[in-house]
C-alpha cells in the first residue's frame, strides 16, 4: 500500500468518527501544532485555527446538534503526496428543528499518519442560517 492510500484511509477514519461525535476522538486525528482553516466569517469557525481552539468550536457545534454529530459522506477522493482532497456532504438535525445539509470541499495535508494542515470551503451562508440566525 502506498502513501497516498494510507493517507485517503486516515481521512476516511476521520470523517467516520467526526460523524460519530465526540471531540476528543476527532482531534487524536490532528498533529498538535495542527492548523484548521474555513473559509467565511462564521464567528469561532472561520478563519485559521489551532488545535485547540478548533476541537473547542467543534464542541460548540456538536452541542447544538442531534446526536451530538454532523455525518460526514465523502463522496469523491483525489490524493497527490501528503495531500488528501475531498467532496463532501453533510446531514445533522439540529436541537432547533432545522437541518444542516452542505456540500464542502476539504483539503487535508498528512504527515506521519496525523492531519498537520486543513482547509474547508463550504457555503458559509447556509452553515450562517441554519445554525446562527434566530
Not at 476521520?14 to 487524536?28: C, L, R, W, Y
Not at 485559521?48 to 446538534?65: E, F, H, P, R, Y
Amino acid at each position: 500500500m502506498s502513501q497516498e492510500d494510507d493517507n485517503r484511509k486516515l481521512i476516511e477514519r476521520f470523517m467516520v468518527d467526526f460523524s460519530s461525535g465526540g471531540p476528543e476522538k476527532i482531534a487524536e486525528y490532528l498533529a498538535d501544532d495542527a492548523t484548521w482553516w474555513t473559509a467565511g466569517s462564521l464567528e469561532g469557525l472561520s478563519g485559521t485555527l489551532g488545535k485547540q481552539d478548533w476541537v473547542k468550536g467543534i464542541s460548540g457545534v456538536a452541542s447544538l446538534v442531534k446526536g451530538g454529530a454532523i455525518t460526514l459522506s465523502p463522496k469523491a477522493f483525489t490524493t497527490g503526496g501528503d495531500r488528501v482532497a475531498v467532496e463532501t456532504e453533510s446531514y445533522a438535525e439540529l436541537n432547533n428543528g432545522r437541518v444542516y445539509q452542505n456540500q464542502y470541499h476539504f483539503l487535508f495535508v498528512v504527515r506521519d499518519s496525523k492531519i498537520v494542515e486543513a482547509k474547508e470551503y463550504m457555503d458559509t451562508d447556509h452553515a450562517r442560517k441554519v445554525f446562527l440566525d434566530p
